[in-house]
């Protein structure tokens, strides 16, 4: 008889590594309401490996809801969500935490866990794979690659608020999932920190993972992202290019201000100025 170990090593479905272009999540006319209220209607949109897809739209839009749907955390009244391929029902919980990693706006923690324990538990589903031993080199990485090193033995509580959004961004660089669900990682953070997220978040795109980030900061997803799509009212009213996307005349309808869009004097990319 096999050891234990091998057995549970068998039993487990890991993700193949995604071709550049694969489809990691898909919704498909996906319907979602809260409270008897529409909040995604009819919303169609594909994730790709080797991307950043920046989710924008003013709020109340449905960005936040729309990636909880994509997560398998926000159940859907129609439509399918798809990810690696399959319906979400499809997986187990944990056969789907080794496919999506996902960072919501807030992660409260009961118990003074350092912040080095909770990096590590992004490292819980791969427990018992041929993969596990790689989960002190998975947790050293990426508390290098969000600055959070220094502070690994402080508890988790005890942290800044803007430390404690790295170390949580940590925890889900550390899953190493092909797909990374990050809602408003930015929200907290100071210059500096912002675009070392969006950079992060290109870095994982060049390892060939999809990263699909909820922004409200138009110019960093103009500058980081390589897709845009718009949200308004439930539903996607744009998805492409930042600078196919990203037009005065959109935002303006969206957001309901006036808008002006200038090319960068450096690369193009759009620079959003409202008007004042």
């Not at 993700?15 to 006319?29: I, R, Y």
């Not at 449905?62 to 749907?69: I, M, N, P, V």
């Not at 390589?226 to 439930?234: F, P």
Request: hydrophobic share 45%; glycine share 10%.
């Amino acid at each position: 008889m096999r050891p234990l170990a091998v057995r549970r090593r068998a039993r487990t479905s890991l993700p193949p590594p995604p071709a550049p272009g694969d489809v990691l999540a898909e919704a498909d006319d996906l319907v979602v309401r809260l409270g008897g209220r529409p909040v995604l209607d009819g919303v169609g949109l594909a994730v790709h490996a080797g991307e950043v897809l920046a989710l924008v739209g003013p709020n109340g839009a449905g960005k936040s809801t729309l990636l909880g749907a994509l997560a398998g955390d926000v159940p859907a009244d129609s439509g399918e969500v798809r990810v690696g391929g399959a319906p979400l029902g499809r997986w187990t919980a944990r056969q789907l935490a080794l496919r999506r990693a996902v960072l919501p706006q807030s992660s409260p923690l009961a118990f003074p866990f350092t912040a080095g324990e909770v990096v590590r538990m992004g490292r819980a589903p791969w427990a018992g794979t041929v993969l596990a031993h790689e989960d002190e080199a998975a947790v050293a990485a990426a508390m290098r690659a969000t600055e959070v090193t220094g502070f690994a033995e402080r508890a988790y509580p005890a942290l800044s608020g803007g430390e404690r959004a790295r170390v949580a961004l940590a925890r889900v660089l550390a899953q190493r999932a092909p797909l990374l669900l990050l809602d408003e990682p930015t929200a907290a953070l100071d210059l500096h920190h912002q675009e070392l997220v969006l950079r992060v978040c290109r870095e994982q795109a060049a390892l060939g993972r999809g990263v699909v980030v909820v922004l409200h900061d138009l110019g960093l997803a103009a500058a980081h992202a390589d897709r845009v799509a718009i949200l308004s009212s439930g539903r996607v009213t744009a998805n492409g290019s930042p600078a196919a996307v990203l037009t005065a005349e959109r935002l303006s309808a969206v957001y309901r201000h006036p808008v002006e869009v200038l090319p960068h004097p450096r690369g193009g990319a759009p620079l959003i100025l409202p008007h004042r």
